[in-house]
């Protein structure tokens, strides 16, 4: 049995149908209709009715998006109705199918490249057949497969995991910044179970001892404390510099987190000229291009950078205010978000205006209190880092494994009694 296949000499290809009639049927022939977004985990099951031509795929078959941006993705099939801008992928005996899964999209970046179509993207089916897949005896594949699975499972708990604990990050903020912690170190009781321990306020029902403030309150003995830019001839786009100091920009400024990828820099000249626009250790970054209000805190230890038009950067009073639950607001807490919207044109948020910034208003706990409370929030975004970590190193794992077990550069034999034994311990 030759090693290396072309996958249309040893699979079929059945692309779905639409079905019946539209989504939403309920008789007791129901069947989900597998798009993309339910095989992602990102959308519940949709229930049609099938047709007579309807393509039917089974738990673990392979399923290929035929069209869309993302043609050339495979998926783990749930039992269903085959989506219209999918296919159906079936092997003959010669593959075990949990194995065919595994190869078929270890091959999945080259054929992603390789879609056709000026308007929608869709797989070239002369590229999807010539493809070739590494074929081992059955019984490797087999094991093959249950390596590769373990370590789908490992992923998909932390996966999980991660997702869990994000939710229980957002919902203790929100707690914390409603409620407090008492002399006890615990959360206070609800406004409902105790209501003279709350007072009302513009941001709803907050503990009596609070204040509200916005943020042109909580900014810093700087000059400027508030600042965007600069902006026209202040720096042209030639007087970037290929080392120097960084000019920071949206793609430094993730959700939470600061990315110290630096591509843009000036001279220590054009710095001094323009140092009103220098971001100081704990600012409030937040994007107003791209994505819209996105917000970090800058590192400690930045040493000399710029700010860009494309950001805001804020510098709070410290001793008044944390800047880390200043930033999680930002990003996550209702009351923000409602506030940012005032500026959307067109259901489009297109940037962030001053104004609108200088306005948003935060609860102001004492600040022993919101340090209590930045502890809690830091230990819990410290495990999901940890877990965050953990999650690279099992995919970076298996990448490898699969560059070695199914393409047939490593022997597999000896690889696969090494991995028995690790797959153990995951």
């Not at 043609?71 to 010669?94: C, H, L």
């Not at 513009?202 to 204040?211: A, I, K, Y």
């Not at 500026?343 to 297109?350: C, F, H, I, L, R």
Request: glycine share 8%.
């Amino acid at each position: 049995m030759s090693d290396l296949v072309a996958l249309g000499d040893h699979a079929t290809v059945q692309k779905g149908r639409p079905p019946a009639g539209e989504v939403g049927y309920s008789g007791c022939d129901a069947l989900p209709y597998l798009s993309p977004e339910y095989l992602r985990g990102n959308a519940g099951a949709e229930l049609v009715k099938p047709s007579s031509d309807s393509v039917l795929a089974q738990d673990g078959e392979t399923i290929l998006l035929w069209d869309g941006s993302n043609a050339g993705e495979f998926f783990k099939a749930k039992r269903g109705i085959v989506a219209s801008t999918m296919a159906r992928i079936t092997p003959d005996q010669t593959f075990s199918p949990a194995y065919f899964l595994h190869v078929a999209k270890h091959s999945e970046r080259r054929l992603k490249g390789k879609t056709n179509g000026t308007g929608i993207p869709h797989v070239d089916r002369e590229i999807l057949e010539t493809a070739l897949l590494f074929r081992p005896q059955l019984d490797q594949q087999v094991k093959i497969a249950q390596v590769l699975d373990t370590f789908d499972i490992a992923i998909a708990q932390t996966e999980a995991i991660i997702a869990k604990l994000k939710l229980v990050k957002r919902g203790l903020l929100h707690d914390l910044l409603t409620r407090g912690i008492d002399a006890n170190g615990e959360l206070r009781p609800t406004q409902c179970e105790a209501p003279q321990l709350y007072q009302p306020s513009p941001l709803g029902w907050l503990p009596r001892e609070w204040d509200t403030k916005q943020i042109a309150e909580l900014l810093g003995d700087f000059d400027p404390a508030m600042r965007s830019g600069p902006f026209g001839s202040a720096l042209l786009k030639q007087e970037l510099v290929e080392t120097g100091i960084p000019l920071l920009g949206i793609d430094n400024v993730h959700t939470e987190r600061f990315v110290a990828n630096y591509t843009r820099f000036v001279t220590q000249r054009k710095f001094t000229q323009l140092v009103r626009y220098a971001v100081r250790p704990n600012d409030l970054m937040i994007t107003i291009m791209g994505t819209v209000g996105r917000c970090c805190l800058v590192p400690e230890g930045i040493g000399h950078a710029l700010s860009s038009k494309h950001t805001w950067s804020l510098s709070l009073d410290q001793n008044a205010y944390s800047p880390y639950l200043a930033m999680l607001q930002v990003n996550y807490s209702p009351w923000v978000v409602e506030h940012f919207s005032k500026d959307q044109q067109g259901g489009t948020m297109a940037a962030i205006r001053a104004e609108t910034l200088r306005s948003t208003r935060l609860p102001v706990p004492p600040r022993e209190e919101q340090r209590l409370m930045e502890e809690r929030l830091r230990e819990l975004s410290n495990r999901i880092t940890s877990e965050v970590d953990s999650l690279a190193k099992r995919q970076l794992h298996k990448a490898g494994l699969m560059d070695d077990l199914l393409t047939g550069r490593v022997r597999v034999t000896p690889l696969l009694a090494k991995l028995e034994q690790a797959t153990g311990r995951l």
